[in-house]
């Protein structure tokens, strides 16, 4: 799958939002205010990892633990009950 241009997550309704590729740049209302698109919890939060948070993380492993951790986030139980089906 094709990543699209950054476009402004706020103008995005939650139901498009959640077929949108992880990885993929958004921004907030302005284009200073460029994240990654790490997807959408069941209760309709929007996940998202902001440039600047992600920068300030420190070296390039912290940062990708970082996202990691934040698209767990965005997983939530959707990821606990796939580990237990395999189990």
Known sequence: M?????FNVWSV???????AQPGQWVYAGDKSAMGRFLG???SGVVVVAW?????NQGDRAARLDY???LRNFALGD???STRRAAA
């Open 40 to 42: 959408v919890k069941r």
């Open 2 to 6: 094709k990543y699209t241009p950054a």
């Open 13 to 19: 309704p939650k139901e498009l939002l959640a077929h």
């Open 78 to 80: 959707r990821k606990q």
């Open 51 to 55: 440039l600047g948070n992600e920068r």
């Open 67 to 69: 996202i990691r951790c």
